[in-house]
Nanobody
Framework: QVQLVESGGGLVQAGGSLRLSCAAS????????MAWFRQAPGKEREFVTA???????YYTESVKGRFTISRDNAKKTVYLQMNSLKPEDTAIYYC?????????????????????WGQGTQVTVSS
């Protein structure tokens, strides 16, 4: 059974920074791509960023240059460093694990690519 536990959310002023963490257990972490999605109030969950098992990064356009995804395979943890936060970044942020090990394609941007999800962590950016 795979478990993903997010932490690091909170309330921050616009322009500030937060670092989210997602600790994984239950399968070989280093073999799987990981991603962050978010869901704002009244909106559908959307892709934010992903990191492949090789370390390649993928970002949605709105966070490029502000957010950075990274992973520490020894700690089985994926991170999301969020800088220059904006009120529109306010959402619940979810960590997800790709359903296919050693995946080498481009199927990262949709929820269907992931089979395990964390419970989410709230990020609120005040103006």
């Amino acid at each position: 059974q795979v478990q993903l536990v997010e932490s690091g959310g909170g309330l921050v002023q616009a322009g500030g920074s937060l670092r989210l963490s997602c600790a994984a257990s239950g399968r070989t972490f280093s073999s799987y791509a990981m991603a962050w999605f978010r869901q704002a109030p009244g909106k559908e969950r959307e892709f934010v960023t992903a990191i492949s098992w090789t370390g390649a990064n993928y970002y949605t356009e709105s966070v490029k240059g502000r957010f950075t995804i990274s992973r520490d395979n020894a700690k089985k943890t994926v991170y999301l460093q969020m800088n220059s936060l904006k009120p529109e970044d306010t959402a619940i942020y979810y960590c997800a694990s790709h359903r296919q090990s050693y995946y080498s394609g481009n199927y990262y941007y949709t929820e269907a690519a992931y089979d395990y999800w964390g419970q989410g962590t709230q990020v609120t950016v005040s103006s």
